[in-house]
């Protein structure tokens, strides 16, 4: 995937970069319209080029179009608005031909929380006037994203004691019973009235039906709005504590994404977008705050002036039914047309 978008942004003129980061040596992608020398504040257009969808999906899944429809894995997230917004900056790849020179940065692991490229986000967000994000346009309207909910995982590990299920069974101590206690204790924190959920994901433990459980670990995700809120659900998941005194509990949780939290700057980068949406052909409305999370809210978060969901109008994300909707793309391209020649 990295080839494919390095070509389209060399056949199109840009400068581009690719790096390799993190352990694995995962391939990040930097084009630009800068001059050489060119140092000045500019835009900065964010994407990733990962998805959920494991390799073989497109055998059972292929890329299709049915009436008014383009399916495939990734395509509405977020290949589509990659694609727009790729597209839209090649056609000014000429230095100076934009007011302010743009930085486009793709990333190669957003989808398990950007932990490799989350400090180049962050190195190319201060260096920005705005920060411009083409991930899938809210269904049902296309409208955008000026506020997420911040992101936190928890791993909890049980360790109690093994013993024969029916010799000794007084002599053991079940993890699988003890993380049932604490399985409940985290659920109990979600308080939709506050933008607080906590959901365990996945649960695995024991070894074989005659002996008492040993072991049990579950993995958890939590969304909070804000960052006062997340510390607060930080300290309450790292004070849990056994009920039977016998097991003991190993928490490592960590908040990975900050809250995307919108700004008086951000509302003013959205309504001086408005007029570049309507010259389009749409209206750019914004939606409730989301509960998913992005790389919008590392930039957010450091303070430049961030508006997400600027790609593909579709539905599906992270499905089998995943979609856009080819009748709306030449407007979301003329759009980030509109946006790169004009924004300043």
């Known amino acids: 995937m990295a080839q494919i978008v390095l070509a389209k942004a060399r056949d199109a003129g840009l400068k581009v970069a690719l790096s390799e980061i993190g352990p694995t040596r995962l391939p990040m992608i930097h084009a630009t319209n800068r001059a050489d020398g060119d140092t000045r504040p500019g835009l900065l257009l964010l994407a990733h080029i990962d998805t959920v969808h494991p390799h073989g999906t497109l055998e059972t899944n292929p890329c299709r179009i049915e009436d008014d429809k383009l399916y495939g894995p990734g395509s509405f997230d977020m290949k589509g608005g990659t694609f727009l917004a790729l597209t839209a900056l090649g056609e000014y790849s000429k230095p100076g031909s934009t007011p302010m020179p743009v930085d486009f940065l793709l990333v190669p692991d957003e989808e398990v929380g950007s932990?490799?490229?989350?400090?180049?986000?962050?190195?190319?967000?201060?260096?920005?006037?705005?920060?411009?994000?083409?991930?899938?346009?809210?269904?049902?309207?296309?409208?955008?994203?000026?506020?997420?909910?911040?992101?936190?995982?928890?791993?909890?590990v049980v360790t109690g004691r093994p013993s024969h299920a029916g010799m000794a069974h007084e002599k053991g101590r079940s993890a699988i019973r003890e993380m049932a206690h604490q399985i409940l204790a985290l659920e109990a924190m979600t308080d939709y009235s506050r933008g607080i959920t906590v959901s365990v994901g996945t649960i695995?433990?024991?070894?074989?039906?005659?002996?008492?459980?040993?072991?049990?670990?579950v993995m958890v995700d939590f969304r909070i709005p804000d960052e006062a809120t997340g510390q607060e659900i930080l300290a309450r998941m790292q004070a849990l504590k056994p009920v039977d005194p016998d097991v003991t509990l190993d928490i490592d949780v960590e908040l990975n994404r900050p809250a995307m939290v919108k700004s008086a700057a951000a509302e003013k980068l959205l309504e001086t977008l408005k007029p570049f949406a309507k010259q389009a052909g749409f209206e750019l409305e914004e939606a409730p705050v989301s509960g998913g999370g992005s790389d919008a809210n590392f930039t957010a978060a450091i303070g430049c002036p961030s508006i997400d969901g600027l790609g593909a109008e579709g539905d599906g994300a992270h499905t089998l039914r995943e979609h856009i909707f080819v009748s709306t793309l030449p407007r979301r391209l003329q759009f980030w047309r509109n946006t790169l020649a004009n924004l300043r």
């Open 115 to 156: 932990h490799a490229s989350r400090e180049h986000i962050e190195a190319f967000a201060k260096r920005a006037v705005y920060t411009l994000v083409p991930e899938p346009a809210r269904p049902n309207g296309g409208r955008c994203v000026t506020g997420r909910k911040g992101t936190g995982m928890l791993k909890l």
């Open 204 to 217: 695995s433990g024991g070894t074989v039906t005659n002996t008492v459980p040993s072991h049990c670990e």
